[in-house]
């Protein structure tokens, strides 16, 4: 404190007034007087039991101080129940509905405990931005409250304060759905009630005590991993999770944009060596949950999360990101970026750079040429991809079309983006592989396998992972074995942590009679990826048969299958499993299982299932293998 009894700290500040309170006090002033006093022995309890301590209770108004948000902000949504659960019975018109602010930052503190300043200002100015009965908090109270509640957050815009001179960045707050007791308003009190306030202070208290535990934050709200994964031990390395950042837009169809964002900073830092990078499909998993970054970091086998949000507003974009040692729980770093869509690439590197830098990884002359963005300087062009990307992902032919349309649209607006000509690769190669040959407007399946082959051929002028992992495939398919592995060995050289090139590497160690080391590649992918897709099991059951760990192989194929039912590789490699052990009934109804769903589909007109038509998509390098694959399906019951 100074030689003036003055002292600047950070703190948390409540702000709260009564809605309509003057309307309210003119219709009947002594159950207003009433209702008023009931709710401010409400409002003292709950700050006083989280911590925190009344500096102001004037007329309608209550002004609080905490050590910490998440204290003020767990009293504020204890207090709206309890002042919900106080008067529920009295007529909506004459109900009194608080409006409460919170906000973090430097406050001024006299000796009597006075509080005043900016940050007493803007939780002022929050509280007025309230809906009757709810909470609006600002921007820094929302990032200290990341994995401590649970609690949803509605974007608010930014707000202009008074004698402050930057925007206020504001988030009505409220309890969960599943809740359904946060009702957005707050009753008054009758004559009746108020006479009552001895029982009605039990009540809140034990309504407290019910919000207080719901919103606990060691409780995860975040499904786990199934029960057959073990506990994963933390690399020695410097390991992270890059979490979805938010998509604070306030648009909806924005979200491709802050997704293609995460997807870029994953691919970013898996290029460097020094880290351990877990795959975009294990943290998006946790897109839209409510997150628990230490038990997300347990369940990932990662000690550092990074998550954070992007803003886009016109041309404008701003990034707000934050490093975070889930052992702790601590914050390593935290920043916010502000550029447009020209700078776009810079802000994405920058974001790189310090997550790398706070995590003291030194880049290699390797790390910083694979980091290097090799992908476009087109500002519109990469938006383009991004959303083509987002139909890519969902996998099914009509998001393949319009993929394609996307993807085609990127490239004619920068022709040297070999990103785009790897991912038109792909989707085609998808495509062929799948017979969605009139699906996608094509005639036959000869076309699908063409335009595959000839963007692969643009994409290879400056090769992506993804490009070297469609030619390994593409390789593989032509029993060209020796070059489909040296693609997926290059595929892992360009990024060391992308968990499909492991697999894909998996996938021609394993038709080249090199099971064993294949088994490595994908415990290595699973690892990396945790929350693995279906065709990893594929693979794992690929691996285990080709070293005669048949039944091992079929649990594998059957937890696939299980994940997804038209998993047509993962079929046809468990009926050889069940054949070749002896499995009759369950080859039997497996069969009739494929018969039932070609005969729907369109398959049974491209794909009959025979041991000739089936043998062409397992292209083993030695016959004894391709031997033992086909006699596992006569014995299941395939025709040749």
């Known amino acids: 404190m100074s030689d003036t009894g003055i002292r600047q700290r950070l703190a948390a500040i409540l702000a709260a007034d009564a809605a309509g309170y003057s309307r309210l006090m003119a219709a009947d002033e002594p159950a207003t007087v009433a209702a008023l006093d009931a709710a401010r022995g409400i409002f003292k309890s709950q700050i006083e039991s989280h911590q925190g301590r009344v500096i102001d209770m004037a007329g309608d108004s209550v002004l609080a101080v905490f050590e910490t948000a998440a204290g003020a902000v767990t009293a504020a949504l204890a207090a709206q129940q309890a002042l919900y659960a106080l008067s529920n019975s009295v007529p909506e018109d004459r109900r009194m509905h608080f409006r409460i602010g919170v906000h973090l930052g430097d406050v001024m503190e006299k000796a009597d405990g006075t509080v005043y300043g900016d940050g007493v200002n803007i939780a002022a100015r929050l509280e007025r931005l309230a809906q009757p009965g709810g909470v609006s908090v600002s921007d820094a109270v929302k990032t200290a409250l990341r994995g401590k509640v649970h609690a949803i957050f509605e974007d608010q815009g930014e707000q202009t304060v008074k004698n402050i001179a930057d925007p206020v960045q504001a988030y009505a707050l409220r309890l969960g759905p599943e809740d359904a007791t946060s009702a957005a308003v707050a009753p008054a009190p009758s004559p009746r ?9 039990g009540i809140a208290l034990v309504v407290a005590v019910g919000v207080i535990a719901w919103l606990m934050p060691w409780r995860s709200g975040v499904e786990t991993a199934p029960a057959e994964r073990t506990t994963l031990a933390i690399p020695a390395k410097p390991s992270i999770a890059v979490l979805p950042f938010e998509n604070m837009s ?16 994953i691919t970013d830092l898996s290029k460097v060596a020094g880290l351990f990078v877990i795959a975009r499909n294990s943290t998006f998993a946790y897109k839209g949950k409510s997150k628990d970054v230490r038990e997300i970091a347990k369940t990932l086998g990662v000690r550092y999360v990074l998550e954070g949000s992007v803003r886009r507003s016109g041309g404008e974009i701003r990034v707000n990101a934050q490093l975070i040692d889930a052992t702790t729980g601590g914050h390593v770093w ?6 447009d869509m020209k700078s776009i690439f810079g802000l994405q590197d920058k974001v790189t750079r310090n997550v790398v830098a706070a995590l003291a990884v030194e880049l290699t002359k390797d790390d910083r040429a694979r980091v290097a963005r090799g992908g476009t300087e087109n500002a519109q062009a990469y938006d383009v991809f991004l959303k083509g990307w987002q139909h890519y992902l969902r996998q099914t032919p009509e998001d393949f079309r319009a993929a394609i349309v996307h993807f085609t649209k990127a490239a004619e607006l920068d022709p040297k983006y070999a990103r785009a000509y790897a991912a038109l690769a792909a989707t085609y190669w998808e495509a062929y592989r799948r017979y969605w040959a009139l699906p996608l407007g094509l005639r036959t399946m000869h076309d699908l396998n063409f335009q595959a082959e000839q963007f692969l051929a643009k994409a290879m ?9 469609v030619a390994s495939a593409m390789l593989l398919q032509a029993q060209q074995h020796d070059d489909a592995i040296a693609e997926a060995k290059r595929a892992i050289a360009i990024d060391p942590n992308d968990a499909d090139g492991y697999v894909a ?10 099971a064993g080391e294949a088994l490595e590649q994908v415990e290595r992918a699973m690892r990396l990826n945790p929350h693995y897709p279906p065709h990893y099991l594929y693979q794992l059951g690929l691996a285990r048969f080709g070293m005669n760990r048949v039944e091992e192989a079929a649990a594998a194929l059957e937890r696939a299958i299980a994940l997804n039912r038209d998993d047509y590789w993962s079929q046809r490699l468990l009926l050889a499993t069940y054949g070749l052990v002896g499995r009759r009934v369950d080859a039997s109804k497996l069969l009739e299982g494929i018969k039932g769903s070609e005969q729907r589909g369109r398959l049974a007109q491209f794909d009959p299932l025979t041991i000739r038509a089936a043998s062409y998509w397992y292209p083993f390098a030695n016959r004894a293998d391709a031997e033992r694959f086909a006699e596992g399906l006569r014995k299941a019951g395939v025709p040749e």
């Open 193 to 201: 009630l108020a006479r009552r306030a001895a029982v009605v202070a």
């Open 250 to 265: 306030g648009d909806p169809e924005q979200a491709y944009f802050a997704d293609g964002m995460t997807e870029d900073l």
């Open 334 to 339: 935290a920043d916010r970026y502000d550029g």
């Open 461 to 469: 002028a400056n090769p992506t992972p993804l490009a070297h992992q």
């Open 505 to 514: 590497l998996a996938s021609v160690l394993s038709f080249t009679g090199r």
